[in-house]
């Protein structure tokens, strides 16, 4: 076994440069899922804490950072890694259905979950049918 550490290519790794602390920028896993009521993006961001997520809306475009703190122990050397620390960060371009003003945020066990709720005005309307 060499002293070289050595890591399988990442898919999630995004096309951009490195940070300016050497790491890489990934961009994380995303489930989204889509109710009559908004849409809900549940992201992979493993070793970011709550405090170091940016989360802005310009012009349509919702930005996700996260910031990772190195979880790498100081006094042992790694033999093999197969997990790549780095930054992350995903866009979203949004349609003029949701509400801004209403976005939330919260992150759990590495997963942020960011809801983004339907505005009044684009939420379906029940018809009623009435007999003749």
Known sequence: MSNEVTRPPDKTLAETPETTHGGGIYR???DIIE??????????????????????????????????RAAQPEQL?????EYGEGDYERAFT???????????????N??????????EAAQPKKIAVKAA
């Open 28 to 30: 994380p896993l995303t």
């Open 35 to 68: 109710t009559d009521q908004g849409v809900s993006l549940m992201l992979e961001m493993p070793g970011v804490a709550p405090e170091d997520v940016d989360i802005t809306l310009e012009k349509r475009v919702l930005m996700i950072r996260g910031k990772a």
């Open 77 to 81: 050397q790694l033999a093999y890694a």
């Open 94 to 108: 949004m349609s003029e259905d949701f509400d801004p003003d209403r976005i939330e945020a919260a992150m759990s």
């Open 110 to 119: 590495g997963v942020l979950s960011v809801t983004l709720p339907r505005a």
